[in-house]
């Protein structure tokens, strides 16, 4: 079965500093692997996927996300972190031909002046 | 991508009542996914529905408590019978973005508070 761990269910950072949000997936098959931004009182939205094309996947507000086999992991970078970038992010994967997201448990991104 | 309209935005219901949630898309899919997304945890499928057929529900959830219809390719809705406090989550509807292999949209949610 799939799953996906993210590693740390808060994380802390300052205004321009780097952001690095964990995830690490269990897959028998290779996966499909999303990212997804939640603000609050608001739905999910796609910040990037991958879908076995390029390991290095950029998403939109800069986002950017690696993945890596050998670790199975997929985990979602941002080089400078903007206030705005304070919300609840999600890893989700997907087996290659189903449908079915399964997520993790998500990770509340503080980010302090 | 596909827009998805969900209404309500959030409601507070009386224990014993049921709740019906729609999801309406602005364009034609094929399949539309219901989830739950219990006060501060991640987000759990509760069925795929698919036009003209019934809902495919996941291990732990049952029709009769959430009944699905799917009457068309742009609307669905999810109903949540016979309500207790332990039903209060957001409920989200999404579906693949027609064009985008594996882009999937989410509606802004349901914010149910069952009292």
């Known amino acids: 079965a799939q799953s996906v761990t993210q590693l740390g269910s808060h994380v802390s950072v300052s205004e321009g500093a780097l952001v690095l949000l964990r995830c690490n997936y269990s897959?028998?098959?290779?996966?499909?692997l999303f990212w997804y931004v939640q603000y609050p009182n608001q739905g999910l939205q796609l910040l990037l996927k991958?879908?076995?094309?390029?390991?290095l996947v950029k998403g939109i507000n800069g986002f950017e996300a690696e993945f890596k086999k050998s670790e199975t992991s997929f985990h979602l970078t941002k080089p400078s972190a903007h206030m705005s970038d304070a919300a609840e992010y999600f890893c989700?994967?997907?087996?290659?031909?189903?449908?079915?997201?399964?997520f993790g448990t998500g990770t509340r991104l503080l980010v302090s002046p | 991508s596909a827009v998805i309209s969900q209404k309500p935005s959030r409601d507070i219901c009386q224990r014993g009542t049921s709740l019906t949630i729609q999801c309406q898309v602005d364009?034609?899919?094929?399949?539309m996914f219901w989830y739950r997304q219990q006060p501060g945890q991640s987000l759990t499928l509760i069925a795929t529905a698919n036009q003209g057929s019934e809902a495919t529900y996941e291990s732990g959830f049952v029709i009769d408590k959430f009944p699905i219809s799917r009457p068309n390719l742009t609307f669905s809705t999810l109903t949540v019978s016979n309500m207790s406090p332990e039903d209060s989550s957001i409920y989200l509807c999404?579906?693949?973005?027609?064009?985008?292999?594996?882009?999937?949209?989410f509606g802004s949610g349901t914010r149910l508070t069952v009292v």
């Open positions: 897959s028998s098959v290779p996966p499909y």
């Open positions: 364009s034609q899919v094929t399949m």
């Open positions: 991958y879908t076995s094309a390029a390991t």
């Open positions: 999404s579906v693949e973005a027609p064009g985008q292999v594996y882009g999937y949209t």
């Open positions: 989700a994967v997907s087996e290659v031909g189903f449908q079915k997201l399964v």
